[in-house]
């Protein structure tokens, strides 16, 4: 690559493979004046002799990484989601015209982008995507117990802890009901429940004393119904929330806002949007149950006078869901501004 070709690019794109990148260069004028095709070896030693420019990459499987790369050598990374990307794609798909709109999205004053996670957020993150897939497999087993009983006429309550405590007497159930072979398949998989709940419960603690030594895991946690788990969730996902100008961009990024479909003067407000991230939504709206079920609590966090307003108007799933707004946007502002939560935390909140 020639000095002069070095100095006339001012924006890349960069269109991430797992052993090659298809790279684009503009110069100021956006017209491009790089189009080559590197293995993952060749990125760092090339950009390592550029001057700084604007990187721009869709937030994929080891974008976090090599953006943190590419910021250590002066660059201005930055990655955006790929749905943001699609609309400046041309003609027929490939990847040298993905990279171009890459280029292209990166440049936009609009464009909305994902923050660069660390090292730690990363590790955070897989703690807990191992521990939802370790809680959904136990989720299917014990499913599946379920059906093989109901074949044979037996119903337990719902509820885990109801069907582990039945099990003891379905397995003893004479032949006639539960033949042996039944019987040896539920005994196989109650020990894989029983391995699933070890590992599950092993996860949890390590979460936990990772989110009892952060700073803002530990701010989280002083906002009712909000735990370790959902604490070091926030904090994996979103650092301390600088991305976001607002709680509200939080709870819509999130999903939980509604879903809006409005044409010249009207205003139409739907179901809640279901965007963003879903496991941390989940854990967003588990929080506002538990907020729920202690009523005594309300007037503690200050939130009794509007939770007893909302309950006149609102359906309960419905106001598990406001409330699971109000909370993310709670917590962004813990996050955001380095405190502590207190009631008068609600009202800036919810501005």
Not at 6 to 35: C, E, P, W, Y
Not at 149 to 172: K, T
Not at 192 to 209: H, K, Q, T
Request: positive net charge.
């Amino acid at each position: 690559m020639s000095r002069t070709l070095k100095t006339a690019i001012a924006v890349v794109g960069i269109d991430i493979g797992k052993n090659s990148f298809h790279v684009v260069g503009l110069d100021q004028r956006g017209a491009m004046v790089l189009r080559q095709k590197w293995s993952r070896g060749q990125v760092e030693a090339r950009f390592a002799n550029m001057p700084p420019c604007l990187i721009g990459m869709e937030a994929c499987v080891g974008a976090h990484h090599l953006s943190r790369k590419l910021k250590a050598l002066g660059h201005d990374a930055r990655l955006m989601p790929a749905k943001y990307v699609r609309p400046y794609s041309k003609g027929q798909k490939n990847d040298f015209r993905d990279a171009e709109a890459i280029g292209e999205a990166v440049q936009r004053p609009t464009m909305k982008f994902v923050a660069t996670k660390t090292a730690d957020q990363l590790d955070l993150q897989a703690l807990h995507r191992v521990r939802e897939r370790l809680v959904s497999q136990r989720t299917g087993i014990i499913n599946q117990i379920r059906a093989f009983l109901l074949e044979r006429g037996v119903a337990v309550r719902q509820g885990l802890r109801f069907l582990r405590a039945e099990l003891p007497r379905i397995l003893g159930m004479p032949p006639d009901v539960l033949s042996p072979r039944m019987v040896r398949v539920i005994e196989d998989l109650a020990g894989d429940w029983r391995r699933l709940d070890e590992r599950v419960e092993s996860l949890s603690g390590e979460i936990e004393a990772v989110a009892r030594k952060d700073a803002g895991c530990e701010r989280l946690m002083s906002v009712p119904g909000i735990g370790p788990i959902i604490s070091s969730a926030t904090v994996a996902a979103i650092g301390t929330g600088d991305v976001f100008s607002k709680g509200r961009d939080f709870a819509a990024w999130l999903g939980l806002v509604p879903k809006q479909i409005s044409t010249g003067d009207r205003t139409i407000l739907g179901k809640i949007s279901k965007r963003g991230n879903r496991y941390l939504r989940v854990l967003f709206v588990q929080a506002a149950w538990v907020v729920l079920i202690k009523p005594k609590s309300w007037e503690r966090h200050g939130l009794k006078h509007w939770i007893e307003a909302a309950k006149k108007r609102l359906h309960r799933n419905v106001l598990a869901i406001a409330l699971a707004n109000k909370l993310a946007r709670i917590a962004w502002s813990v996050l955001a501004h380095g405190r502590n939560f207190e009631n008068t935390t609600i009202s800036v909140a919810a501005a």
